[in-house]
């Protein structure tokens, strides 16, 4: 098929080059930069962990072989030939092993290649297989395939036929290692990994609002051990816009705190892990990043029917203060253990009375959320080590670093955080420094840090009442004018404090990326810098505020061109007949 090349305008980013139409026909958002690059880091780490567990793998079978022989008391003949079988021949050691009861918790029954008949498995490891499951333009499939090293086979799948037919087109144009890697279908996404379960070990879904209707098949096509790259960039629903729409697509009822970014995430997690549940799997968050207008979340799926069990102690229902910034957690689910046995059970409630403890008024409650962990700090603290590594190969190398930087100094076992602001805007007082309140927490023998979603936002593992205490101490040290008395601010400093705040420096109060005053928050690169027009969509005068005014007026000249040359066209056409 032929086509003129001045319609097309080539955009490069990292080592992949693409061809894109002057009209809107295929989605391209210049701005998920941040999150192809952040997905390529992730991409490079699992890999080489991928690696380093089958190695493992291997090296605690060989072990297990050894010991066989000594058990039937056959020491003296065998005892020196796995040594030598061990550096000369791998798969003989492999060939001679039965089948070996696995961990549940083991991670490295993940993609290396599996003799399903024998149960066995083969000393090399196979190439790992990635689906985009909607891949538009092909772009994040090309640098995959073109930056990552040690990656298989890409399949990209798109169900729109001119998407397919321009990822085709940009595979052609990245030559010959794209050519030999990458390949584009045309396919419902939900179709083709139901139809292709435990084949991939790497599923990324980045779809153009909520990822929900897509997430029961994901969960299935991922290999034991695989990741699974997850973005939604409906965060009007997640963060409480519209709690009722929030339930119906991902199961948990935001509420509309200074958290919400963080709680956004927590919903998509919690979500993420329903539906693998309803095939006796669970995951394993390793990062989960909200960046620009969107949560992105990176989840190791794995198979266990007992360890599946372990998902009720990981979500929790927040209550959150209607009149101050007080929030709760209500852990779904608690065991006991006697002997060897584990009992599970409902949890405790209530964790909160009726009425706020702190100011009289009533909570509102959302959830459920996954309050475990979200990120794994070894992946984080190795992800940001290549990310350094490789400054020259990420075009957003400066807003990922900063990001990977302040994940790796969060609190990594507090969910939701206080935003020292709003606490102040409560009880109507100037604010104390970040490095003062750090302080005060701190000298009360707690922990704290900051968050990647919020640069005012501040984690910590004391509890409200210790909270509100220093900031009483610090009230008293700066009043107030009086405010009246049925206000929450009144009613919190009503109450003398039980703790007396230290508000001395404290040693740990600044971070090491803050004592070395590393960039962690970063402007926008340019203006209107954020989501875009749905592909397909007619740009009008109305999208200003997405596009800008510059490119507004081109895309508008460029129809208006293309209007007078078809009317030329038909009059032409006319004056001939």
Request: proline fraction near 5%; charge should be neutral; glycine fraction near 6%.
């Amino acid at each position: 098929m032929s086509m003129d090349l001045n319609d097309y305008t080539i955009i490069k980013e990292g080592e992949a080059e693409i061809l894109m139409h002057a009209k809107n026909e295929v989605f391209y958002n210049k701005t998920q930069v941040n999150n192809r690059d952040m997905s390529i880091a992730v991409l490079r780490t699992f890999i080489s962990r991928q690696k380093q567990e089958h190695e493992a793998l291997l090296s605690k079978r060989n072990k297990s072989a050894r010991k066989v022989p000594e058990k039937n008391g056959s020491v003296s003949d065998v005892e020196d030939k796995p040594n030598v079988s061990d550096m000369n021949n791998e798969k003989s050691n492999e060939e001679c092993e039965g089948p070996e009861e696995k961990s549940q918790e083991e991670p490295c029954t993940t993609s290396e290649e599996r003799v399903k008949t024998e149960g066995k498995v083969r000393a090399e490891l196979k190439l790992p297989r990635v689906l985009e499951a909607l891949s538009a333009s092909g772009l994040r499939a090309l640098r995959y395939a073109r930056e990552v090293e040690g990656i298989g086979q890409v399949v990209a799948l798109d169900n729109d036929k001119g998407a397919v037919e321009a990822c085709q087109r940009n595979i052609k144009f990245n030559g010959s290692v794209a050519c030999s890697k990458v390949e584009s279908h045309l396919a419902d996404a939900r179709v083709y990994m139901l139809t292709h379960p435990k084949e991939f070990d790497v599923v990324d879904l980045d779809p153009y609002g909520s990822p929900s209707v897509f997430l029961d098949s994901a969960v299935q096509s991922v290999v034991d051990g695989g990741i699974l790259m997850c973005t939604a960039t409906d965060m009007a629903v997640l963060c409480g816009g519209n709690g009722e729409v929030c339930y119906s697509k991902y199961g948990s009822y935001p509420l509309r705190g200074k958290y919400c970014h963080e709680m956004a995430l927590r919903i998509l997690l919690a979500c993420i892990e329903s539906h693998a549940n309803r095939y006796k799997r669970y995951i394993v968050p390793v990062l989960s990043v909200q960046m620009d207008f969107y949560v992105r979340v990176f989840v190791r799926v794995y198979s266990s029917a007992s360890a599946m069990k372990n998902t009720p102690l990981k979500l929790s229902y927040v209550y959150q203060c209607a009149g101050c910034d007080s929030f709760h957690l209500q852990p779904i689910g608690r065991t006991v253990s006697k002997n060897t046995s584990v009992r599970y059970l409902p949890g405790f409630a209530p964790v909160v009375p009726q009425e706020c403890s702190d100011c009289g008024k009533k909570f509102n409650m959302g959830g459920p959320i996954w309050s475990a962990p979200i990120h794994d700090q070894e992946w984080v603290t190795a992800i940001l080590a290549d990310v350094k590594s490789m400054k020259d190969r990420h075009p957003a190398y400066d807003r990922i670093s900063a990001v990977l930087t302040t994940i790796s100094e969060e609190l990594p076992d507090v969910p939701l955080f206080l935003s020292l602001h709003n606490l102040c805007a409560t009880l109507k007082c100037t604010s104390p420094s970040a490095v003062i309140f750090r302080s005060a927490v701190i000298n009360a023998g707690y922990r704290i840090s900051g968050t990647h979603v919020n640069p005012l936002g501040l984690k910590s593992d004391a509890p409200m009442d210790v909270i509100w205490d220093i900031m009483r101490c610090w009230v008293k040290n700066h009043p107030v004018k009086a405010q009246p008395a049925d206000q929450p601010g009144s009613v919190i400093l009503a109450k003398e404090p039980v703790l007396q705040a230290n508000f001395a420096r404290a040693v740990a109060s600044l971070s090491k990326a803050q004592a070395k005053k590393v960039a962690r928050f970063l402007p926008n690169p340019e203006r209107h810098w954020g989501p875009k027009l749905r592909a397909g969509r007619q740009i009008t005068s109305k999208h200003v505020s997405l596009l800008g005014e510059e490119a507004v007026n081109g895309c508008l000249n460029h129809q208006d061109s293309e209007c007078d040359a078809k009317r030329q066209k038909t009059e032409d056409a006319n004056a001939i007949s």
